[in-house]
Nanobody, 125 residues
Framework: QIQLVESGGGLVQAGDSLRLSCVAS????????MGWFRQAPGKSREFVAT????????SYRDSVKGRFTISRDNAKNSVYLQMNSLKPEDTAVYYC??????????????????WGQGTQVTVSA
């Protein structure tokens, strides 16, 4: 059974930075793409960023471009989300997700089949 565990969330002030981590355990040899999503109170879950197995391809939602960076270390079965210049509207539970990588762009939550439990990020004004 594959499991994803996120960490690194917390309470910060606007303008601060946080680095989220997601570690996969029980991973098979399948190449997999990873994504970060978030869900704010009363809102639906939304795409934040995705990265291909090789790391060569990344994509971001417009509101985080230039502030967030997704990266991965396959030797450590880990993916990261570096979040800089945080804003109150970034407050949400952040989830990492994975799926097999067949070379497409995976921007929808419905394209991912494995999810972590989430980590809370709260940004105060």
């Amino acid at each position: 059974q594959i499991q994803l565990v996120e960490s690194g969330g917390g309470l910060v002030q606007a303008g601060d930075s946080l680095r989220l981590s997601c570690v996969a355990s029980g991973r098979s040899s399948t190449r997999y793409a990873m994504g970060w999503f978030r869900q704010a109170p009363g809102k639906s879950r939304e795409f934040v960023a995705t990265i291909s197995w090789s790391g060569a391809y990344t994509s971001y939602r417009d509101s985080v471009k230039g502030r967030f960076t997704i990266s991965r270390d396959n030797a450590k079965n880990s993916v990261y989300l570096q979040m800089n210049s945080l804003k109150p509207e970034d407050t949400a539970v952040y989830y990492c997700a994975s799926r097999s990588d067949y070379g497409s762009r995976y921007l929808s939550e419905y394209e991912y089949d494995t999810w972590g439990q989430g980590t809370q990020v709260t940004v105060s004004a």
